[in-house]
């Protein structure tokens, strides 16, 4: 079974400095993993994905995360905050052999980046 | 390429009544998939659709239901509406909809039930 739990329901910094968001997963199959960023009454944007090559994922807006198999974690890094970057993440998992492509939803962390 | 459009945005109904959400995914995608949003749940898988039939489905009574076409497009209908229904109800589409492949997902159809 997948599932993905994230381990900050909020996390607050500062412009200008780092961000993390934190994510653990669980598969019972070789995983693939994804970052979503939704900002206020918007759908989900996709951030970046990891499919089973490198372990470390470069996405969009400065934002990467490294794929760490024997911590099950998929952390969510960026050097630099910046005001634009408020909003919720979400931690995925899917099943790279499965004929069914569902996605597992982590609750979200939501970003608050103060100036 | 266009993105993955729903129509409408915003709906507002009564409990008792019936609703339907349209989805249209982007061009060469087959796959579409639905989920509902809410504070208190998250984001819940309803179902999911390729070439006009329903593949998987999630933990949801039968009052939500789905149907695609042959051009891909989907849409959902809740009927008998709960207030519990109120929710952000999010489509999403992919090339194929197998394992391991990242979804697009639209902008969602906000439904508040009074």
């Known amino acids: 079974a997948q599932s993905v739990t994230q381990l900050d329901s909020h996390v607050s910094v500062s412009e200008g400095t780092p961000v993390l968001l934190r994510c653990n997963y669980s598969?019972?199959?070789?995983?693939?993993l994804f970052w979503y960023v939704q900002h206020p009454n918007k759908g989900l944007q996709l951030l970046l994905k990891?499919?089973?090559?490198?372990?470390l994922v470069k996405g969009i807006n400065g934002f990467e995360a490294e794929f760490k198999k024997s911590e099950t974690s998929f952390h969510l890094t960026k050097p630099s905050a910046h005001m634009s970057d408020a909003a919720e993440y979400f931690c995925?998992?899917?099943?790279?052999?499965?004929?069914?492509?569902?996605?597992?939803f982590g609750r979200g962390t939501q970003l608050t980046v103060w100036p | 390429k266009a993105g993955v459009t729903q129509t409408p945005r915003y709906l507002i109904k009564t409990r008792g009544q019936q609703v339907t959400l349209s989805c249209s995914p982007i061009?060469?995608?087959?796959?579409v998939s639905w989920y509902q949003q809410t504070p208190g749940q998250g984001l819940q898988f309803l179902f999911e659709?390729?070439?006009?039939?329903?593949?998987n489905k999630g933990n949801f009574p039968g009052r939500f239901s789905g149907r695609q076409f042959s051009n891909s497009r989907s849409e959902m209908n809740v009927s008998t509406l709960e207030l519990g229904d109120s929710a952000l109800y999010l489509c999403?589409?992919?090339?194929?909809?197998?394992?391991?492949?990242?979804?697009?997902f639209g902008p969602g159809t906000r439904l508040t039930v009074t």
């Open positions: 999403a589409s992919s090339p194929t909809g197998t394992g391991g492949h990242e979804q697009y």
């Open positions: 598969s019972s199959y070789s995983p693939s």
């Open positions: 990891y499919t089973s090559a490198a372990t």
């Open positions: 995925v998992v899917s099943d790279r052999g499965s004929t069914l492509g569902r996605l597992y």
């Open positions: 061009s060469g995608h087959r796959s």
């Open positions: 659709y390729f070439s006009e039939t329903q593949r």
